[in-house]
Nanobody, 116 residues
Framework: QVHLVESGGGLVQPGGSLSLSCTAS??????????MNWYRQAPGKQREFVAR???????SYADSVKGRFTISRDNYQRSLYLHMDTLKLEDTAKYYC????????WGQGTQVTVSS
């Protein structure tokens, strides 16, 4: 059974930083073969793409987070990370880790709240 477990969410002031982690287990194939993704969903809004990292380490970001967020991975630890700087109120959302592109391998999410 696939498990993706996110951690690291919390309450942070605008302009602050936060780092999220996601650890995978039970994937059908080796972790390093998967494109790994972060998505987020704010209350009343659809889930949206945040960042993606390929098997080879190529990264892509949503325009709204480009220059502020950094995605990384540790294949040995089967882990995915998202470091978030200069957080804004509109970054408040539940953040989800997803393994693969055309899969249904999602974590349960971790809440990030940006508030003064």
């Amino acid at each position: 059974q696939v498990h993706l477990v996110e951690s690291g969410g919390g309450l942070v002031q605008p302009g602050g930083s936060l780092s999220l982690s996601c650890t995978a287990s039970g994937l059908p194939f080796s972790f390093d073969t998967y494109i790994m993704n972060w998505y987020r969903q704010a209350p009343g809004k659809q889930r949206e793409f945040v960042a993606r990292i390929s098997r080879d380490g190529l990264k892509s970001y949503a325009d709204s987070v480009k220059g502020r967020f950094t995605i990384s991975r540790d294949n040995y630890q089967r882990s995915l990370y998202l470091h978030m700087d200069t957080l804004k109120l509109e970054d408040t959302a539940k953040y989800y880790c997803k393994a693969g592109e055309h899969t249904n391998y999602w974590g349960q999410g971790t809440q990030v709240t940006v508030s003064s």
